[in-house]
Nanobody, 119 residues
Framework: QVQLVESGGGLVQAGGSLRLSCAAS????????MDWYRQAPEKQREWVAT???????NYSDSVKGRFTISRDNAKNTVWLQMNSLKPEDTAVYSC?????????????WGQGTQVTVSS
């Protein structure tokens, strides 16, 4: 089994910062891309950022310049540093990890962590 455990969400004022983490555990042979997504109330899930195994990053326009995704391959962990937070960043944030398992690549999701930004 593979588990993704997220932490770091919470309540913060606009302009503040939070750092989310997502740690993968279990039988993991290899991890490819690691992503963060978010879903605000009554909205569709939205892609936020991706980091490849080589450290190449990509961000949605809505967070570019404010959020930073990073990873530690040895710890199977991905982080999302969120700065200059805005009320519209309020959402449940979930990590998604692409893992080689049983001879195919599979996506696994974390349980989600709530981020609330007050104005």
């Amino acid at each position: 089994q593979v588990q993704l455990v997220e932490s770091g969400g919470g309540l913060v004022q606009a302009g503040g910062s939070l750092r989310l983490s997502c740690a993968a555990s279990g039988f993991i042979f290899s991890i490819n891309t690691m992503d963060w997504y978010r879903q605000a109330p009554e909205k569709q899930r939205e892609w936020v950022a991706t980091i490849t195994s080589d450290g190449i990053t990509n961000y949605s326009d809505s967070v570019k310049g404010r959020f930073t995704i990073s990873r530690d391959n040895a710890k199977n962990t991905v982080w999302l540093q969120m700065n200059s937070l805005k009320p519209e960043d309020t959402a449940v944030y979930s990590c998604r990890v692409r893992i080689w398992r049983d001879r195919i690549w599979r996506h696994y999701w974390g349980q989600g962590t709530q981020v609330t930004v007050s104005s």
